[in-house]
């Protein structure tokens, strides 16, 4: 039997697009996406760095140059409160905790060779330089950087920042200024505190478990701890509380409008805090190194 001049094609002979190239296309698309989302969060986070710039630069201004503040003493005072007092007892148990940890490992590792004598040397160097500072930075990304966020997430879901901006209030300087100078006057006083607890409960274990001398333990430590050490220590302290403050204000005041949006700006911001605490930690380790400081 003949088939018929032009007759239509059997769907079933149609080449099919391959499952493969679809899928690729897809993945390649939700890239794509992603990379436009990473692009665009990380020029607002550049815009909300500036815009914390002006506002420090009105705040200085107005304070030295026509005797009056743009920002409110009663606000700084508070977050002051928040960041200092109310922070110290948290920073130093961890911080106590880790320097037991580094001193029980540290003498572990040297009384292989019989040099648990310097055990001093590593639990002081290691707790003013690195240890004070990192654990000061996440602690307080955990506690007060998730506060930031939800403060201002759930001002700006509930139209506050808004009202302000409609008032002609800018919400960087009411808002987000007295958090970010109040980790700043408090950060050196709170990586000082963990340091001290650190390295008095490194003694301890030292003392207690090791048997050494307490004489000696601290005549190491104080041979050990160098001018350079503590400013190191208290400048690398000072700039994780910097991102901790700036990670929390940037994530609030950028939040959505639901409860859902503003849960997600404070996991975004403790997220956020670690990862740029880490990633200045590397960076300033590694560079400090290379200058022999």
């Not at 914390?52 to 977050?79: K, N, P, T």
């Not at 006057?185 to 650190?198: G, H, R, Y």
């Not at 997220?271 to 590694?286: C, E, F, G, L, Y």
């Amino acid at each position: 039997m003949s088939v018929a001049l032009g007759a239509p094609e059997n769907s079933n002979n149609r080449q099919r697009p391959r499952p493969f190239s679809f899928f690729s296309s897809l993945s390649l698309q939700a890239i794509g996406r992603r990379i436009e989302a990473r692009w665009a969060g990380a020029r607002l986070t550049l815009t909300f760095v500036g815009e914390v710039l002006i506002a420090s630069g009105r705040f200085l201004r107005g304070r030295f140059l026509r005797g009056r503040s743009a920002m409110r003493r009663s606000d700084l005072l508070w977050q002051l409160e928040q960041a200092g007092p109310r922070s110290v007892g948290i920073v130093c148990l961890v911080s106590g905790l880790v320097g037991v940890i580094l001193a029980y490992m540290g003498a572990i590792q040297l009384q292989r060779f019989g040099a648990q004598a310097y055990i001093a040397d590593l639990v002081t160097i290691g707790s003013v330089r690195e240890v004070a500072a990192l654990m000061t930075g996440v602690i307080l990304a955990g506690r007060l950087g998730a506060a930031y966020a939800a403060q201002l997430g759930s001002m700006q879901a509930n139209e506050e920042i808004d009202a302000l901006r409609a008032l002609g209030i800018d919400p960087v300087s009411h808002l987000v200024l007295p958090r970010v100078l109040a980790l700043l006057i408090a950060a050196p006083v709170l990586v000082a505190f963990a340091a001290l607890i650190s390295m008095l409960c490194g003694w301890g274990v030292a003392v207690a478990i090791f048997g050494i001398a307490p004489l000696e333990y601290a005549y190491k430590s104080l041979q050990a701890l160098t001018l350079t050490h503590v400013l190191v220590g208290l400048g690398k302290g000072t700039f994780y509380c910097l991102l901790v403050a700036l990670a929390g204000c940037r994530q609030g005041l950028h939040s959505g409008r639901s409860a859902q949006q503003v849960g997600q700006a404070v996991t975004a911001s403790v997220v956020q805090a670690i990862v740029w605490i880490v990633v200045a930690a590397s960076a300033s380790t590694i560079a400090l190194q290379r200058l022999d400081w």
